[in-house]
């Protein structure tokens, strides 16, 4: 069995063990909260996690662009949400076609967006569209309740199209803040005699939080594998980060500098409120610089170690940039690899 010893550098680790204990804790925590899971899959854009997900209980996945809801439906994932304004004559026709595959629902939050689904889809096979809300997030979304309510008015008047809830992702540590608007929502909807058939919110470092009314749905991602930013954010601790980065020491041009072969096209630039570029596990050294090819790691006193040629690991700031930097990944055991596999959404960002 070759074991990490025998790997080129850089290369994504992904620790199988971890990620089914994160996998298994968050459905527990799900099913004891009372809502569906619906897991983003942008974290780890791999068929065979995304169809784990679905086997411990996710009631089906979250995806953010038409590409990589069509590398899952390909594998075979049956109920896919792509919670996203899906604009164009090209983009709208593959829609259609995917619609006609699997159970599929999307999101909006303009008439135009509304015009261009009513506009290629019919009563036969009609498009699920839930209401994107801006709860506090600053992204997309409509700005007030009433505004949610004239779009699944409008919605209500295309045959081709079902309104299917309202979704939002909220700011962070704005849970509180973000189910009171949602709460505002579903008392004005049911006010006009318009049921809400589910609630989705989304974001990992506040999946553990209590589910509260009237969210039906959440969609974490990074839970899978975790990273610094999780770390930092409590969610969860380093010993359940699945997911490294596997470098080598290239260069020590001075005794308080190490540099290593993972630079931006490896590691993420994302800071994300914390110094360095990912932590060197086992130590509390961060990775302070990055160039395309090289990352810096300064050391706060005169040292040996690590050595040219000594192998790092790095656990990254944000875990799902890193999957898009990568072909494939690798899977193991302890030190054992148990396979090399590739990343099947990687570079699906249309």
Not at 8 to 20: F, G, H, K, Y
Not at 275 to 281: A, D, P, Q, S
Request: net charge negative; hydrophobic share 45%.
């Amino acid at each position: 069995m070759p074991t990490i010893a025998d790997l080129d550098t850089p290369a994504v680790l992904i620790d199988i063990d971890r990620v089914e204990a994160n996998l298994q804790r968050a459905q527990a925590h799900a099913t004891e909260q009372g809502y569906a899971l619906r897991p983003h899959i942008k974290t780890h854009k791999l068929p065979r996690f995304a169809q784990r997900q679905v086997e411990l209980g996710a009631v089906g996945i979250t995806v953010q662009k038409l590409g990589e809801a069509e590398v899952m439906a390909d594998a075979g994932l049956a109920d896919i949400f792509l919670p996203y304004n899906i604009l164009g004559a090209r983009k709208l026709a593959r829609l259609k076609a995917l619609n006609e595959r699997v159970t599929l629902s999307v999101t909006a939050d303009s008439p135009d967006t509304l015009f261009g689904y009513a506009a290629t889809f019919t009563a036969g096979k009609p498009l699920t569209v839930l209401i994107e809300c801006d709860s506090g997030g600053g992204r997309c979304g409509v700005q007030t309740p009433a505004q949610a309510l004239a779009l699944a008015r409008q919605i209500a008047l295309a045959p081709g199209l079902r309104f299917g809830g309202l979704m939002t992702y909220p700011p962070l540590h704005g849970v509180e803040k973000s189910n009171a608007w949602l709460s505002e929502a579903v008392a004005l909807f049911e006010q006009a005699g318009i049921a809400v058939p589910r609630v989705s919110s989304g974001n990992s470092p506040d999946m553990w939080a209590p589910a509260a009314a009237p969210v039906t749905e959440r969609r974490p991602g990074t839970y899978i594998y975790y990273d610094r930013f999780q770390v930092k954010e409590r969610a969860a601790g380093l010993d359940d980060c699945a997911l490294s980065v596997l470098v080598t020491v290239v260069s020590r041009p001075t005794a308080t500098r190490a540099v290593i072969d993972a630079g931006s096209k490896s590691l993420t630039s994302d800071l994300l409120g914390m110094e360095g570029f990912g932590l060197v596990m086992g130590t509390d050294l961060t990775v302070k610089g990055l160039s395309e090819e090289h990352g810096v790691i300064e050391l706060p006193v005169a040292s040996d170690w690590p050595r040219v040629g000594e192998r790092l690991r790095i656990i990254p700031n944000h875990a799902c940039v890193i999957s898009n930097l990568f072909d494939s990944v690798t899977l193991i055991s302890g030190d054992e690899v148990r396979e090399v596999v590739p990343v099947a959404a990687r570079g699906r960002v249309d």
